[in-house]
């Protein structure tokens, strides 16, 4: 079974002096791609100078991660495709332990346990969990004892890529970061494949060294968190139920942000109407895959 690894990266130069020899030591055979959106930090000379086995797709337009990912993957010839943040650096011999679950045919996606740096800490991350309250889909970190998850990282995570290319891979209007992979993943389990954890899968995840941290406030992240958390709901649930819910509870949030001064909330919302024809348009696309109803797709602690 070959192996893809795809990087994406924005002025991250910084970041593959200090992780992309480890990335390549860990996985000798595996084919390397660096997709950069468009970075102004002299990555793609400093890739091609010291790393011509490396595949550098150098994009001629910034659109944001899951676009940039795609143009990634697009260039991919792996039967199993391995996202990597340029924060991210994996132990040697991760890949095995990823890859036997891959003998299954119906598996899609497969996440790393993520030994992450935060605030002098380290927090095992990689396994997700998730329901449905009133009409929103709350997700948060898993215990890392267990294989089931709601979705794979896209920042440290394998994917078939035949499938991949079935679902059209990340959906750019996520753009510039965040919900895209759990879009993703959450697309595949409604067309009833697996995604999994696998824990003996590590990598080590400088979380504070990354960039949406070092270039977007905390007000720009949250703001695109409210707006795609709208989006990720427009675009893919099919439950009545929970789209009543989700109706029902909607104006009643929006009121409440208004006395309570939470104009973040408000723009989210307000930008995610403006791709509401968007995003009504790709949901009439996917649904035709879906097999899974939305109840079935809980993962719990």
Request: hydrophobic share 45%.
């Amino acid at each position: 079974m070959s192996v893809s690894i795809v990087i994406p990266n924005w002025n991250g130069v910084y970041l593959m002096k200090k992780h992309l020899r480890d990335v390549i030591a860990s996985a000798p055979d595996a084919e390397v791609i660096i997709a950069d959106d468009m970075s102004t930090d002299g990555s793609v000379e400093y890739l091609r100078k010291n790393f011509p086995s490396v595949t550098v797709v150098a994009r001629t337009k910034r659109e944001g991660f899951a676009a940039n990912v795609d143009a990634g993957v697009g260039s991919a010839h792996g039967d199993v495709v391995v996202l990597l943040n340029t924060d991210v650096a994996p132990e040697k011999g991760f890949l095995t332990p990823l890859l036997i679950h891959f003998r299954d045919p119906d598996v899609f996606a497969v996440g790393c346990l993520e030994k992450s740096r935060e605030q002098g800490k380290i927090i095992l991350r990689g396994r997700g969990i998730a329901r449905w309250v009133k009409g929103y889909f709350i997700h948060a970190r898993g215990e890392t004892d267990r294989s089931d998850t709601a979705w794979v990282s896209g920042g440290s995570g394998a994917f078939r890529r035949s499938m991949w290319n079935e679902l059209g891979g990340m959906d750019a209007v996520y753009n510039p970061f965040y919900w895209e992979d759990i879009d993703l993943s959450y697309r595949a389990r409604k067309a009833g494949w697996k995604i999994l954890f696998e824990p003996k899968s590590v990598v080590h995840h400088y979380h504070e060294e990354g960039k949406i941290q070092r270039e977007f406030s905390a007000d720009d992240v949250k703001r695109v968190v409210y707006r795609n958390q709208f989006i990720f709901i427009w675009k893919n649930v099919t439950d009545t139920g929970i789209i009543i819910a989700h109706l029902l509870i909607t104006p009643i949030r929006i009121i409440q942000a208004l006395f309570s001064g939470d104009h973040l909330m408000l723009q989210g919302w307000f930008l995610a109407l403006l791709n509401l024809p968007v995003v009504l348009k790709k949901r009439m696309i996917q649904k035709h895959l879906y097999k899974i109803s939305d109840r079935q797709l809980v993962v719990s602690q």
